[in-house]
Each structure stands twice: as C-alpha cells, then as structure tokens.
C-alpha cells in the first residue's frame, strides 16, 4: 500500500445497459458486469486499495446515471460503498 499521508479518492459509481461502473477523474477503473454481478476480488484489491495507506480515505459517490427507483442498483452501490468503508476501517485499525 503506497498512498500519501491521508489521502482522499472519490470514484463516482456509474450505470450502463452492461455494467455498473467506478470512474476516478472521468478514467474507468472498475467494472461489474449486470450479466452475473461478479466481483473480482484481486482486481478489486489493485483498484481500491494497492496505493492505500493507514490514514487515506475512499469516498464513493452515485452518479448521474445510477436510476434511484431501481433497487438491484442501490443495493450494488451500497455493497460496493459498505465493502470499501469495512476494508477501509480494518486497514486504519491496524495503526492502533
């Protein structure tokens, strides 16, 4: 984990016909394919959390393509929001 001294990211979580995807400044860095929802989880890891650092923070934010009365959407948001907040939190711990 190589990230600077409390550093913050915000990826905004995006929706299309194909996929739910996470942008960091407008560049594709994450995708989940609606067809079978799976997640990988090295590639999770590389994306999130390779340059992450005791102190760093994730923010993920629902952008303007994520339809709010569609709740297969909001649920993937959530989990993918609640997955990077637990790791995240477990990762600070370690300073303590």
């Known amino acids: 984990m190589k990230g600077g ?3 913050k990211r915000t990826y ?3 929706e299309d016909d194909q996929a ?3 942008y960091l400044d407008e560049i594709e860095k994450y995708a989940i394919n609606k067809d079978n929802l799976k997640v990988d989880g ?3 890891y590389e994306t999130f ?3 992450y650092s005791i102190g760093d923070s994730i923010e993920i934010i629902k952008g303007e393509t ?3 009365n569609n709740k297969l959407s909001l649920a993937v948001f ?3 929001d609640k997955l990077i907040q637990e790791i995240s939190q477990k990762i600070n711990e ?3």
């Open 66 to 68: 994520v339809n709010p």
């Open 20 to 22: 739910y995807r996470i």
């Open 12 to 14: 905004k979580f995006e």
């Open 49 to 51: 959390f390779y340059e």
């Open 42 to 44: 090295t590639k999770f």
């Open 5 to 7: 001294k409390d550093m």
């Open 94 to 96: 370690q300073e303590e």
């Open 78 to 80: 959530d989990t993918i």
